[in-house]
C-alpha cells in the first residue's frame, strides 16, 4: 500500500468554512429538552448520577468545565459551539481516513464536505446532548487514523490505543463497537497481520469495560443500558 497523502491547511479550511457558513444559526437555539438534565446533572459536579443510568462521566465533566469557565448568558452558545467544532473536526479527520483507505486526494477532500454537509447530522450538530455522539466519533476517527497511518507498530502506540479506547468507553457505551472498527479498517486496507494487535488491544479495553459493568450489575441489582 501507498504512503496516504497528507491533509492540506487549504482542505481543512475548506471544511471549516462550510461547516461555520451552515451551522453558526444553531448558536441562537438555547437549550433544548435534555440539555437541562445535562447542565442539572454538571452543576454539582455530578459526573456519575446515580438517576441517570449511562456511564458518560466525560460529556458531564465537560459540560460542568463548560458551565465554570463561560457566563452563565452564554452557556448555551457555548455548547453549541463545542459541537460545531466537534462536527467539523470530524469532517477533517475523514479526509485523513479517507486518504489512508486509499482515496484520491479529491475524493477525500469531497467525503469530508458530504459529511459536513450531510443533513441527517443536524440532529447531532445542534443539540448539546449529542456531544457524546460527536466526541465519541471524534475519538474513533483517531484510533482508526492512527492504526491505519502508524509506520511501525510500538508500546507507545499500543499504550494510546488502550488510552483512547478508555476515554471513548467514558464518553459512550457504543464504543464497544471501536475494536470491530479497527479490524474492518485494517482487513479493508490488506493491512499486515501484526497490526490487528492494536485491534485486542483496544479489545483487552472493551473486555475489561464489560466485565466491570456486570459487576455493577450484580451488585447494584439492576443493568445500566450500553
Not at 507507545?156 to 476515554?167: A, E, N, Q, W
Amino acid at each position: 500500500q501507498n504512503s496516504p497523502h497528507e491533509l492540506r491547511l487549504w482542505e481543512a479550511a475548506a471544511v471549516t468554512l462550510v461547516g461555520l457558513l451552515l451551522y453558526y444559526p444553531a448558536l441562537s437555539l438555547g437549550l433544548l429538552s435534555d440539555d437541562f438534565v445535562l447542565i442539572r446533572c454538571s452543576n454539582t459536579f455530578n459526573i456519575l448520577p446515580s438517576s441517570w443510568d449511562y456511564f458518560r462521566p466525560l460529556p458531564l465533566a465537560t459540560c460542568w468545565l463548560i458551565t465554570r469557565l463561560v457566563p452563565s448568558s452564554i452557556v448555551s452558545e457555548a455548547l453549541h459551539f463545542l459541537n460545531i467544532g466537534l462536527h467539523i473536526a470530524n469532517a477533517i479527520l475523514l479526509i485523513r481516513v479517507a486518504a489512508a483507505l486509499g482515496l484520491s486526494r479529491r475524493r477525500a477532500l469531497v467525503s469530508g464536505l458530504l459529511f459536513v454537509c450531510f443533513p441527517l447530522s443536524v440532529e447531532a450538530v445542534v443539540w448539546p446532548s449529542a456531544l457524546p455522539d460527536l466526541a465519541l466519533t471524534l475519538v474513533a476517527l483517531v484510533v482508526v487514523d492512527m492504526s491505519l497511518r502508524s509506520a511501525r507498530l510500538s508500546l507507545g502506540l499500543m499504550f494510546s490505543m488502550f488510552v483512547l479506547t478508555g476515554i471513548a468507553l467514558a464518553i459512550k457505551e457504543t464504543a464497544v463497537t471501536l475494536p470491530l472498527l479497527i479490524v474492518a479498517c485494517l482487513f479493508a486496507t490488506r493491512a499486515a497481520a501484526s497490526r490487528y494487535r492494536l485491534a485486542l488491544a483496544s479489545g483487552a479495553v472493551v473486555a475489561a469495560y464489560a466485565a466491570a459493568r456486570l459487576v455493577n450489575q450484580e451488585l447494584s441489582g439492576h443493568f445500566a443500558p450500553m
